[in-house]
């Protein structure tokens, strides 16, 4: 048990440094012009250890791809599988921009400089569809909080993925100058569905 355990984090270690490797390079220059030569210099491994987690580099950015995404889904998804509560918007958005906050090299590279182009769209599906459910559930509770326009759900859907993903784009691309709180707030805030900030305009 005790070998399997040390395997185990052995593994993870590794794993975790051709990741760190691939995300700095990717940092600095194109990603057709990283070669796994280059991301086993870097991570300090040889290419044989390279080949023993990831088939090529495909394989390695599908991996990254598919736990930030499976991240970012328990944090944000597993949330709404209870009903839908007033404030659970801001609270879900809070916990994204903190979990954003904690990896904010990685999702700078991935957001701001765009050379994976295809995490974006993965990312605003998600999104999409969390602010799909939640827009859905508030009209059938007809909560406070839910503005009953003729709008459909799918429109607000496209607006607030939209909205979030370009926001948080220009937040990382300028250092973070705002706590994932504050930003949170004032995202839920500038929202046009929501009653209380029509009125105010």
Do not use: C
């Not at 975790?16 to 691939?22: D, M, P, T, V």
């Not at 012009?33 to 599908?62: C, G, P």
């Not at 799918?154 to 979030?164: C, N, R, V």
């Not at 706590?179 to 305009?201: D, G, H, M, S, V």
């Amino acid at each position: 048990m005790a070998d399997k355990t040390y395997l185990d984090l052995r593994i993870r270690k590794i794993r975790k440094a051709i990741r760190n490797a691939f995300i700095d390079l990717l940092a600095e220059k194109e990603l057709n012009k990283i070669s796994i030569n280059a991301i086993t210099l870097k991570a300090e491994i040889n290419r044989a250890t390279f080949y023993l987690h990831y088939k090529d580099i495909n394989a390695l950015i599908d991996s990254i791809l598919d736990d930030l995404l499976a991240d970012l889904k328990k944090i944000l998804i597993d949330k709404f599988e209870e009903s839908y509560k007033p404030g659970d918007e801001v609270t879900s958005l809070i916990l994204l921009l903190e979990h954003i906050a904690e990896n904010s090299h990685m999702y700078k590279v991935l957001l701001v400089t765009k050379n994976i182009p295809y995490f974006t769209p993965k990312l605003m599906d998600l999104l999409y569809e969390l602010i799909l459910t939640t827009t859905e559930q508030q009209s059938i509770q007809k909560t406070e909080d839910f503005l009953t326009v003729d709008t459909p759900s799918d429109i607000a859907a496209w607006y607030g993925t939209s909205a979030i993903i370009g926001t948080i784009s220009m937040w990382l691309g300028n250092d973070m100058p705002y706590t994932p709180k504050y930003l949170a707030e004032r995202i839920i805030q500038l929202n046009p569905f929501i009653p209380a900030n029509n009125k105010k305009i």
